[in-house]
């Protein structure tokens, strides 16, 4: 893997580990049509190894409706019971995921789309909480990053959707950010990594609204003054961002080179760092 | 691959190939959910080399029932719209195939399931008839016995959903007999392949309703004799099992090793030969 250097060369610093980026796109991308293909389009152009994650889109709470079976929220997020958890298997590992390789496919990426199920590649859990039952939500015990770098080494793309299971044969509905974080981490065993967490705002804001309050730097002290009190009260940052910055400070902590926020159409500019917010760990 | 032998019996005899099993199963057992546990539970402890190939079930029509999508068939063939084939994609790529897939996990086996896109594994066109537009129904092209072998020789099991793409960035419903049979044929050149075609019924029956009208042994003259003209007039053989069993000649024809047509429950038995209708060629 990298650059083959001398005998001697490889003594005095460790190899060159080859690049893997690891990308997330959010649900307003998916459930765009024209969006979606134009991302689709300048990720297929990335040289190297890569990862996609998708996310769910409106599509599965359209689908729920159409099949009136009733959505519950708490504290805003989606509980999974056993028909929400039939939906979000159909809607993201059948027709999301497969859509998406097979445009991934006609632009000249051999691309592979997968559930955690597919080869165990991401083992999870029944979410255990003290107090309320989220249903058939997953979260993540391990990464197989034998068998994923296993296909990158096959020059493919993977295209992860958002479900995972237990190796007891039970799906789980699992969060698309926090499957991107693990898989980067898991990664970076074998390759130096960097995730893009991509969706429709210019970065993490200083005020959501406004595309121009973009904070291009994000380091731990920062996140610290900025994101709101345990108890919710205050903070700038809009509390939906909370949980992907608490994952791109994990990946961090855990090997990940660098993790970037932005928008989605300005892919290339994220990649090379000129547009986004960069989280550093510092 | 296979034994060993000296360097001098290798010229004596070609080396053993190893044994594959391609096994399709069809939507009656899918939709029984004991069936199919109790199937997949046979399935996954044959040893060696397998597929599964599954169908749709009934589940696909109840989910276009619930969304008011009309089914349209023509000569008892179901017309594959963009609302029907979303629909399908769905089911079958993403409902039973994962389900499928971590029951196997769950059983020791290392699933991965795959619908043609993922890694270019089956390619197709979109059906040209002269006279009936199927919709966005695939007719095979190309299997890519590659990258499946490849899988297969790290022991995963691979599960074939029948969903196919043209790497246009189309995905197509494809028939599973017919995927089952196409990938039989392309890994012969990497394995001594048995195709099974497992359902409800005890094999090729004489009375499609006595299952002890049995055909133990179908070659192609009795299979000439016993069809209807091509007119449909006539014949004693069920006109559902006739495209199964042109399947079933055309992978004979074409190097696969040994055809077996009979009930899902009994498959221990229809892989060792004692129960079900073998195909033969001659």
Chains 1, 2 share one sequence.
Do not use: C
């Not at 009136?68 to 929220?73: A, F, G, N, Y």
């Not at 130096?192 to 210019?202: D, N, P, R």
């Not at 609204?209 to 731990?220: A, M, Q, V």
């Not at 009190?229 to 855990?254: C, E, Q, R, Y």
């Amino acid at each position: 893997m990298g650059s083959a250097g001398s005998f001697i060369g490889n003594f005095e610093k460790p190899p060159v580990m080859e690049k893997l980026i690891v990308i997330k796109i959010g649900g307003n991308i998916i459930d765009d049509e024209i969006k979606l293909s134009s991302f689709l389009k300048n990720f297929s152009s990335i040289e190297g190894k890569k990862i996609l994650v998708h996310g769910g889109g409106k599509l599965a709470t359209k689908l729920a409706e159409k099949m009136e079976v009733k959505q519950t929220l708490v504290d805003g997020r989606r509980i999974t019971d056993a028909e929400t958890l039939r939906i979000v298997t159909m809607v993201y590992a059948g027709y999301i995921n497969k859509n998406i390789v097979a445009q991934l496919q006609s632009l000249g990426n051999n691309a592979i789309g997968l559930s955690g199920a597919d080869g165990n590649a991401i083992l999870a859990h029944k979410r255990n909480h003290p107090t309320i039952d989220y249903g058939f939500a997953g979260d993540i015990d391990a990464v197989n990053s034998e068998f994923i770098a296993d296909l990158l080494e096959k020059n493919m793309t993977i295209v992860f959707a958002p479900i995972t299971h237990d190796n007891k044969g039970q799906l789980l509905n699992t969060n698309a950010d926090t499957i991107a974080q693990e898989v980067a981490k898991a990664l970076t065993v074998n390759y130096e990594t960097t995730l893009i967490y991509s969706f429709e705002k210019a970065g993490v804001l200083l005020d959501v609204e406004d595309d121009n309050s973009l904070i291009k730097k994000l380091d731990w002290q920062y996140y610290q003054q900025l994101k709101p009190s345990p108890s919710g009260v205050g903070g700038k940052i809009f509390a939906g961002m909370i949980p992907k910055l608490d994952n791109a400070f994990t990946a961090l902590k855990s090997g990940v080179k660098k993790v970037i926020i932005g928008k989605a159409e300005h892919l290339d500019s994220l990649i090379a760092g000129m547009a986004g917010t960069t989280i550093v760990n510092e």
